[in-house]
């Protein structure tokens, strides 16, 4: 299974990999300065290491064989993480309110973290093989909507909205990206409107909705969920042209910022680095998502084609929401800054995600025969 | 994205196998999606630039003012002293118990516990909780002031058990001479709402004691001092990391008074005899310095600490003898006889008469359709002026006061002080009232009636003047015309020992030389009240001493029905009021004393005593001196 010839190595897509440990080094760094005054057990950061070197180790899994295989093993994958998120309804681990981690022991499993990833895989998968002519119709559409729609309703029931939703933005961005019918359109966009509306008045709870609100009218409520949104902004703010310096945030590490090593994580970077080094982050961050279509445009297939572009689009959309959410644009929803914010489950799926676009990028000269030949 | 492009053109030519034409379609689609992702990654870097560089400085302020909590050291206020230097006013630190709520997760069952060792109802304290709802939970709050030693030791001793509580250090007044001079000190009160919205704002917080009345309000902004303030580091929850810098509070200026304690205090416990209700002024001849400066009843300044109760503010406002009023100054009486020396000095000046005219007083004038009668009923007879002021004779004056005319007498009780503000730095000063033809008109809208000038020159009618007029008038004649402002400060010095504000003597102004020559005939009459055997003042008299004065008896009312009553049983409102001025020694005047009593029936018998005690303590080393001196030479 590891037997990588020397083609790979020279083909191996270093440009993604310098890209990726620069973003791993700053989000190390940052972990650093958000946690300093936090005084539990092992300190976050040597936690972030193992977990970067588990991560380091299935990235070198995933490369090790072709992606093709994904296609093939595809039934056994969606099974297998519906299985863990039936699973993790029962034998949870609860945090906050929610049903979110099977315990293994060294490691709290997110399996909604990794459903992320078996989406992606599924829906490439099933749009790599139904080639149509103009656009998906609906009944085309049957299929992929009951693959999102089951690890949705368990993912919803944990409750974890944040993770949910993100499958169905990865579903939208795949789906529409693989071209749809006009009438699709008509019957997704009517049909979503009418979701929207039943889950706003039968599925939020009220905490969620208030969080809503609150975006709406952040004046209403200055302490309650206004007042995370508030703190992160005056932490950004306060970051100026060069930042407070590292190390030196007050709003960081006076812990008047909330989850500041977790989803606000980028608004600790944003204090002590200031606009310059957001610019930094950004740039590399989002070079590296742009590197990630090239990849995708690079694939010597479709399902390869499909598979990067779904990774890019479960990182770029979860970065969008997570920074729109620190800049004041978004309610507080949970979702991570992949890569940067603290998460070991999330960190790790998008590791794998990012290896399985190294997969697609390393094998896009091969043709079916050499695969056979490295198989062998 | 034209470099994107140019590599998969690139790499085109190598892709051979698969459905080429759909895989190209796919490759499109993709950069117009990278245009959506651009269109998102743009709206961040805005967003960016708006917070960090447009905003920058707003979001860096709240982010210090996040982190650092500021908090004020109230500064002891200025002492008071006396001339001689003896403390009035100082400062004592009040040990009070105050709550931090952060501090306690069982406030219920801390109050309990805490009402029994303060002796306090667990609702009282829930109460002063109440209050202070909307303050931040690290704010301390107030629970009881003032702890006795016995409380503050247990508290001390037992703080383990009363977590969120704290004693807390506050400097309070002292008044060393208990409620001596209480009108003048003044006292503090919580700052008003309508005092914080003014220009004083950045100074003053909600809950801080401010001058409400007195010097304490006068002379707040030198009494306050400057606030010290502790900037810490503070985290979210609250709990101070660090200090980051401590500001000493700078104690408030001393301010030194012209006031003689113990002269004061001889005055007061003097109008205390009696319960006698009224104003004593004494002054320096020579300087027109405020010696004593006294209004009873007094205030009970201790009522006032901590803000006064409304019962109590009730009593005070209803109580006849009006205690809230400083009648020193903010009280109008009409000055009776004492006022003579004002129509004398008018006669005199404007050649009315001259020191040996004489008058026949048959114990009335006729004068229009009515009767003016003098005081004594029988009559003086023949009456010059030294007998006419040492006896005090009516008739004389009506017929001096009748030749001068109305606007004569007003200029001259002008020249005296009477009828405007000594501007004496005392608030709320009344201006009294000297009546003139032009004044009458004016405020009545009636022609001035010639019978009103007897009343006038008497000092009667609309005469009115206030106990501290009395005195500056008596000093202007016993300095022989001199008229200095009258004051109450002598200097003002900072915590550094610097003087800040000092006050030297200021003449006004003097009298004519000609005037001035009037002036010690009518001083002649003056000793002649005191020291002649018919004299009205004759118990004012301290052997040793050549005291002069003049009495006068103020009518409240004219009233038929209570005409035929003997004085003490006229009821207490409707009796004449008191007044004695008086200055000594006759020979080199060196202070002045008016004393007012309300409805204390005559001058003579109601002031002139209150004026002795003064006297007596004023001269009581020189008498001593000289007792001594008699003693070795015989």
Same mark, same amino acid.
């Given at each position: 299974?590891?037997?990588?010839?020397?083609?790979?190595?020279?083909?191996?897509?270093?440009?993604?990999?310098?890209?990726?440990?620069?973003?791993?080094?700053?989000?190390?760094?940052? #972990?650093?300065?958000?946690? =300093?005054?936090?005084?539990?057990?092992?300190?976050?950061?040597?936690?972030?290491?193992?977990?970067?070197?588990?991560?380091?180790?299935?990235?070198?899994?995933?490369?090790?064989?072709?992606?093709?295989?994904?296609?093939?093993?595809?039934?056994?994958?969606?099974?297998?993480?519906?299985?863990?998120?039936?699973?993790?309804?029962?034998?949870?681990?609860?945090?906050?309110?929610?049903?979110?981690?099977?315990?293994?022991?060294? =490691?709290?499993?997110?399996?909604?973290?990794?459903?992320?990833?078996?989406?992606?895989?599924?829906?490439?998968?099933?749009?790599?093989?139904?080639?149509?002519?103009?656009?998906?119709?609906?009944?085309?559409?049957?299929?992929?909507?009951?693959?999102?729609?089951?690890?949705?309703?368990?993912?919803?029931?944990?409750?974890?909205?944040?993770?949910?939703?993100?499958?169905?933005?990865?579903?939208?961005?795949?789906?529409?990206?693989?071209?749809?019918?006009?009438?699709?359109?008509?019957?997704?966009?009517?049909?979503?409107?009418?979701?929207?509306?039943?889950?706003?008045?039968?599925?939020?709870?009220?905490?969620?909705?208030?969080?809503?609100?609150?975006?709406?009218?952040?004046?209403?409520?200055?302490?309650?969920?206004?007042?995370?949104?508030?703190?992160?902004?005056?932490?950004?703010?306060?970051?100026?042209?060069?930042?407070?310096?590292?190390?030196?945030?007050?709003?960081?590490?006076?812990?008047?910022?909330?989850?500041?090593?977790?989803?606000?994580?980028?608004?600790?970077?944003?204090?002590?680095?200031?606009?310059?080094?957001?610019?930094?982050?950004?740039?590399?961050?989002?070079?590296?998502?742009?590197?990630?279509?090239?990849?995708?445009?690079?694939?010597?297939?479709?399902?390869?084609?499909?598979?990067?572009?779904?990774?890019?689009?479960?990182?770029?959309?979860?970065?969008?929401?997570?920074? #729109?959410?620190?800049?004041?644009? #978004?309610?507080?929803?949970?979702?991570?800054?992949?890569?940067?914010?603290?998460?070991?489950?999330?960190?790790?799926?998008?590791?794998?995600?990012?290896?399985?676009?190294?997969?697609?990028?390393?094998?896009?000269?091969?043709?079916?025969?050499?695969?056979?030949?490295?198989?062998? | 994205?034209?470099?994107?492009?140019?590599?998969?053109?690139?790499?085109?030519?190598?892709?051979?196998?698969?459905? /080429?034409?759909?895989?190209?379609?796919?490759?499109?689609?993709?950069?117009?999606?990278?245009?959506?992702?651009?269109?998102?990654?743009?709206?961040?870097?805005?967003?960016?630039?708006?917070?960090?560089?447009?905003?920058?400085?707003?979001?860096?302020?709240?982010?210090?003012?996040?982190?650092?909590?500021?908090?004020?050291?109230?500064?002891?206020?200025?002492?008071?002293?006396?001339?001689?230097?003896?403390?009035?006013?100082?400062?004592?630190?009040?040990?009070?118990?105050?709550?931090?709520?952060? !501090?306690?997760?069982?406030?219920?069952?801390?109050?309990?516990?805490?009402?029994?060792?303060?002796?306090?109802?667990?609702?009282?304290?829930?109460?002063?909780?109440?209050?202070?709802?909307?303050?931040?939970?690290?704010?301390?709050?107030?629970?009881?002031?003032?702890?006795?030693?016995?409380?503050?030791?247990?508290?001390?001793?037992?703080?383990?058990?009363?977590?969120?509580?704290?004693?807390?250090?506050?400097?309070?007044?002292?008044?060393?001479?208990?409620?001596?001079?209480?009108?003048?000190?003044?006292?503090?009160?919580?700052?008003?709402?309508?005092?914080?919205?003014?220009?004083?704002?950045?100074?003053?917080?909600?809950?801080?004691?401010?001058?409400?009345?007195?010097?304490?309000?006068?002379?707040?902004?030198?009494?306050?001092?400057?606030?010290?303030?502790?900037?810490?580091?503070?985290?979210?929850?609250?709990?101070?990391?660090?200090?980051?810098?401590?500001?000493?509070?700078?104690?408030?200026?001393?301010?030194?008074?012209?006031?003689?304690?113990?002269?004061?205090?001889?005055?007061?416990?003097?109008?205390?005899?009696?319960?006698?209700?009224?104003?004593?002024?004494?002054?320096?001849?020579?300087t027109g310095r405020i010696?004593?400066?006294?209004?009873?009843?007094?205030?009970?300044?201790?009522?006032?600490?901590?803000?006064?109760?409304?019962?109590?503010?009730?009593?005070?406002?209803?109580?006849?003898?009006?205690?809230?009023?400083?009648?020193?100054?903010?009280?109008?009486?009409?000055?009776?006889?004492?006022?003579?020396?004002?129509?004398?000095?008018?006669?005199?000046?404007?050649?009315?008469?001259?020191?040996?005219?004489?008058?026949?007083?048959?114990?009335?004038?006729?004068?229009?359709?009515?009767?003016?009668?003098?005081?004594?009923?029988?009559?003086?007879?023949?009456? !010059?002026?030294?007998?006419?002021?040492?006896?005090?004779?009516?008739?004389?004056?009506?017929?001096?006061?009748?030749?001068?005319?109305?606007?004569?007498?007003?200029?001259?009780?002008?020249?005296?002080g009477?009828?405007?503000?000594t501007n004496a730095l005392?608030?709320?000063?009344?201006?009294?009232?000297?009546?003139?033809?032009?004044?009458?008109?004016?405020?009545?809208?009636?022609?001035?009636?010639?019978?009103?000038?007897?009343?006038?020159?008497?000092?009667?009618?609309?005469?009115?003047?206030?106990?501290?007029?009395?005195?500056h008038?008596?000093?202007?004649?016993?300095?022989?015309?001199?008229k200095y402002l009258p004051q109450l400060?002598?200097?003002?010095?900072?915590?550094?020992?610097?003087?800040?504000?000092?006050f030297a003597p200021e003449l006004l102004g003097?009298?004519?030389?000609?005037?001035?020559?009037?002036?010690?005939?009518?001083?002649?009459?003056?000793?002649?009240?005191?020291?002649?055997?018919?004299?009205?003042?004759?118990?004012?008299?301290?052997?040793?001493?050549?005291?002069?004065?003049?009495?006068?008896?103020?009518?409240?009312?004219?009233?038929?029905?209570?005409?035929?009553?003997?004085?003490?049983?006229?009821?207490?409102?409707?009796?004449?009021?008191?007044?004695?001025?008086?200055?000594?020694?006759?020979?080199?005047?060196?202070?002045?004393?008016?004393?007012?009593?309300?409805?204390?029936?005559?001058?003579?018998?109601?002031?002139?005593?209150?004026?002795?005690?003064?006297?007596?303590?004023?001269?009581?080393?020189?008498?001593?001196?000289?007792?001594?001196?008699?003693?070795?030479? /015989?």
């Amino acid at each position: 299974m590891f037997s990588i010839d020397r083609r790979f190595l020279v083909n191996f897509d270093w440009v993604l990999l310098i890209l990726l440990v620069m973003v791993c080094g700053m989000a190390l760094v940052n #972990l650093y300065s958000a946690t =300093f005054s936090l005084h539990i057990g092992i300190p976050l950061y040597i936690k972030q290491c193992y977990l970067l070197l588990m991560g380091g180790m299935g990235i070198v899994f995933v490369v090790s064989f072709d992606y093709k295989e994904l296609q093939l093993w595809n039934y056994l994958i969606y099974m297998a993480t519906i299985a863990l998120l039936a699973l993790v309804i029962f034998v949870g681990d609860s945090a906050k309110g929610a049903q979110r981690w099977i315990n293994l022991g060294f =490691f709290q499993l997110q399996p909604s973290e990794l459903a992320k990833l078996m989406i992606i895989i599924s829906l490439a998968s099933y749009y790599a093989r139904k080639e149509v002519v103009d656009g998906y119709r609906i009944k085309d559409l049957i299929v992929p909507i009951i693959l999102m729609a089951i690890p949705f309703t368990l993912i919803l029931i944990q409750p974890d909205l944040g993770t949910a939703l993100m499958l169905v933005i990865i579903f939208i961005s795949m789906t529409v990206f693989a071209r749809l019918h006009w009438s699709s359109y008509l019957v997704l966009g009517v049909s979503g409107m009418i979701m929207v509306a039943l889950g706003w008045m039968f599925v939020l709870k009220p905490y969620q909705k208030q969080r809503v609100e609150t975006l709406l009218n952040p004046a209403q409520d200055a302490s309650g969920s206004g007042y995370q949104i508030l703190q992160s902004k005056i932490a950004v703010g306060s970051g100026g042209w060069f930042g407070r310096g590292y190390m030196e945030g007050t709003q960081g590490h006076l812990h008047f910022l909330p989850e500041r090593h977790t989803d606000f994580a980028f608004a600790v970077w944003s204090e002590e680095w200031g606009f310059s080094g957001c610019l930094f982050f950004l740039a590399v961050y989002f070079f590296m998502l742009a590197w990630g279509l090239h990849v995708a445009m690079s694939a010597r297939d479709r399902f390869g084609l499909f598979l990067a572009f779904g990774v890019v689009a479960l990182i770029f959309w979860q970065a969008v929401i997570n920074l #729109l959410m620190i800049l004041g644009f #978004l309610p507080v929803v949970g979702v991570p800054l992949p890569l940067f914010s603290y998460g070991g489950s999330s960190l790790l799926t998008t590791l794998l995600g990012i290896g399985i676009m190294m997969n697609v990028r390393m094998r896009r000269f091969q043709s079916e025969s050499t695969l056979k030949d490295s198989d062998g | 994205m034209s470099m994107l492009k140019w590599a998969f053109l690139e790499e085109l030519g190598e892709i051979s196998e698969y459905d /080429q034409a759909d895989l190209d379609a796919l490759r499109k689609r993709i950069l117009w999606v990278s245009l959506v992702g651009l269109f998102f990654v743009g709206m961040i870097f805005f967003r960016l630039w708006f917070l960090q560089i447009h905003k920058g400085e707003v979001y860096r302020e709240k982010a210090e003012n996040n982190r650092v909590r500021v908090r004020e050291l109230a500064p002891p206020r200025g002492d008071i002293l006396d001339r001689n230097g003896k403390e009035l006013v100082t400062n004592k630190p009040s040990f009070n118990v105050v709550l931090v709520r952060e !501090d306690s997760n069982d406030i219920d069952g801390l109050l309990k516990k805490l009402s029994v060792v303060l002796n306090e109802d667990v609702s009282v304290l829930w109460e002063r909780i109440r209050e202070a709802e909307s303050k931040q939970r690290h704010i301390p709050i107030r629970l009881q002031e003032n702890l006795s030693w016995d409380t503050l030791a247990y508290l001390e001793t037992h703080n383990k058990d009363f977590p969120g509580i704290r004693i807390e250090v506050f400097p309070t007044r002292y008044y060393h001479y208990g409620d001596m001079a209480a009108h003048v000190i003044g006292y503090l009160g919580e700052i008003a709402k309508s005092e914080l919205e003014a220009d004083d704002a950045d100074f003053y917080r909600g809950g801080d004691l401010v001058g409400k009345m007195g010097l304490e309000k006068l002379w707040e902004k030198k009494l306050r001092g400057e606030k010290g303030r502790d900037s810490s580091e503070v985290n979210a929850r609250g709990f101070e990391q660090q200090l980051l810098s401590h500001m000493e509070p700078v104690p408030g200026d001393e301010v030194r008074l012209t006031l003689d304690m113990e002269l004061q205090q001889a005055a007061e416990e003097a109008m205390d005899v009696g319960e006698k209700s009224g104003a004593v002024v004494v002054m320096e001849v020579k300087t027109g310095r405020i010696l004593v400066l006294a209004s009873t009843p007094r205030l009970h300044l201790a009522d006032f600490e901590g803000g006064i109760s409304q019962a109590n503010w009730k009593a005070l406002q209803d109580n006849p003898k009006h205690p809230l009023i400083n009648k020193a100054f903010q009280a109008m009486y009409p000055p009776g006889s004492t006022y003579k020396m004002v129509t004398a000095l008018a006669g005199l000046a404007t050649g009315v008469i001259t020191k040996d005219t004489t008058f026949h007083c048959g114990g009335s004038i006729h004068f229009g359709n009515r009767d003016y009668h003098c005081w004594r009923k029988g009559g003086h007879g023949t009456v !010059d002026l030294m007998r006419a002021i040492s006896e005090s004779c009516d008739v004389y004056f009506y017929q001096v006061g009748m030749k001068v005319g109305v606007d004569n007498l007003a200029k001259y009780a002008n020249k005296l002080g009477l009828g405007l503000k000594t501007n004496a730095l005392v608030e709320y000063e009344k201006a009294g009232i000297i009546p003139t033809r032009e004044w009458k008109k004016k405020k009545y809208g009636v022609k001035w009636q010639d019978g009103e000038t007897l009343s006038i020159a008497i000092g009667q009618g609309f005469n009115l003047v206030t106990p501290l007029q009395l005195c500056h008038m008596t000093a202007i004649i016993a300095s022989g015309g001199k008229k200095y402002l009258p004051q109450l400060i002598e200097k003002v010095t900072n915590s550094e020992g610097q003087v800040t504000a000092s006050f030297a003597p200021e003449l006004l102004g003097e009298l004519q030389d000609e005037e001035k020559k009037y002036l010690a005939m009518i001083r002649e009459g003056m000793v002649e009240v005191v020291q002649g055997a018919r004299g009205t003042a004759r118990a004012a008299r301290v052997p040793g001493i050549t005291i002069a004065g003049k009495t006068g008896t103020a009518q409240v009312v004219r009233l038929e029905q209570y005409k035929h009553l003997k004085e003490e049983n006229i009821p207490y409102k409707y009796r004449d009021h008191a007044l004695f001025i008086s200055f000594a020694p006759a020979e080199d005047p060196e202070i002045a004393i008016a004393v007012v009593v309300e409805h204390g029936l005559h001058g003579g018998s109601g002031a002139a005593p209150v004026a002795k005690v003064v006297m007596q303590k004023y001269f009581a080393n020189r008498l001593a001196v000289d007792a001594i001196r008699k003693s070795v030479e /015989q």
